[in-house]
């Protein structure tokens, strides 16, 4: 009898196996598929591009911190890449140049877990000169959070006075 309790035991332990194995396989197919209102998801992208358009003239980091992902790469009006770290500091420093930055369009398209966002800010220096960026978001959705991983701006040459 030692003998058929040590296999039901055996059995019980496989069941339970499976059991697990197809719940965490559940879980995740579940996470894979989870929907999100496109709507909010728009307006949420929408305020974020607002807020970091603004934080040029505020030199608020916040929001940066919160939409840059770590691993994100930007491209500035020179050509040369930045990451978020460089970023934060930047935007430290950018009241000294901007009186003004304000977000004057943006446009979102969803391609499933990504959204690109294009838009344009008018901007004001304390030298007077003022100007216009033009830029494209690259949104992407990580463990259900919304967050840039490329940017690419540009300052056209008409915006320069």
């Not at 003239?57 to 939409?67: K, L």
């Not at 930047?90 to 009241?95: F, G, I, Q, V, Y």
């Not at 100007?131 to 915006?159: C, H, K």
């Amino acid at each position: 009898m030692p003998h058929s309790k040590h296999l039901v035991s055996a059995k019980s332990e496989s069941t339970i196996s499976a059991f697990c194995l197809f719940a965490v396989l559940g879980c995740m197919l579940y996470q894979c598929t989870q929907h999100y209102d496109q709507k909010d998801v728009e307006r949420y992208i929408i305020e974020s591009e607002r807020q970091w358009a603004e934080s040029v003239a505020n030199g608020d980091t916040t929001v940066i911190e919160r939409i840059l992902a770590d691993d994100f790469v930007g491209v500035d009006p020179k050509g040369r890449q930045y990451g978020k770290a460089e970023m934060i500091s930047e935007t430290h420093n950018a009241p000294k140049y901007f009186v003004s930055n304000h977000l004057n369009d943006v446009k979102v398209r969803f391609y499933g877990d990504t959204a690109i966002a294009q838009g344009d800010e008018s901007w004001q220096r304390h030298t007077g000169e003022r100007g216009r960026f033009v830029w494209t978001d690259t949104w992407i959705r990580r463990n259900g959070r919304w967050q840039i991983v490329a940017a690419e701006d540009l300052i056209p040459l008409e915006s320069t006075r």
